[in-house]
């Protein structure tokens, strides 16, 4: 295992990412999970540009808002998110109000504060870890199921007139689009990598449970 965390600490460092001291209470596994969060974030904001550009009609719900101004508003504040324009929902509740029929507002921003808020909590809401800090190996392979049950649910929940509420991927045959599904599939890897990782360190088994693509979230 360590040939790989080598080419992970190694493929993250840039020239703003110098030593710190700080550096000297982390453990390898600190590292990665720094390196696992860092590209969990990046993805998010992606996937986040992506919805907005794909459902044009949810940014425009909030006045004189752009797709930067509304990305920043999530990634430039600490967890946990909370928002008065979600009622205070976070998490697995802004996730389930963002594709609820009766909601009115910004369907984009609300998915994204309740994902991102999904996948903090299963890092502890920790940005950086050091060697006291512990990561629950179970939380990190439930988000990631998560994360199958919200791509399911994008496909299936859709307004009277039998369209999605939320577009994502294209099946057109001019225009294919499946690059949300790849999204997706790099978040989920990431989660379940991490979730191994941590479970093979603190020997302890994840309980993989059959859980169907229809079922219901897991509470992280």
Known sequence: MTGWILVLLLGGCTADQQFRPENLAKR???????????QVD?????LMRKLYL???RELRKTPGANIQSRID???SLPPPLIFDELGGRQSIDAMLLAMGSEFRGD??????VGLTGMLHRAY??????FVLDALDAQKLYDSARNIE???????TRTDAAGTPLILTNSLSSQDPNLSFERLYGKLIALQDNLALIVSQRNQRTINMLVHGLASSF???
Do not use: G, T, Y
């Open 73 to 75: 508003l999530i990634f």
């Open 28 to 38: 390898d596994l600190d590292f990665v999970a720094d390196a696992h969060i860092n």
């Open 54 to 56: 794909r459902n044009p």
């Open 149 to 155: 049950v919200l791509a399911w649910r994008l496909k």
């Open 107 to 112: 369907r984009v921003f609300a998915l994204m």
């Open 124 to 129: 502890d809401n920790k940005a950086e870890f």
């Open 218 to 220: 897991l509470p992280i």
């Open 42 to 46: 990046q993805h998010l904001q992606l």
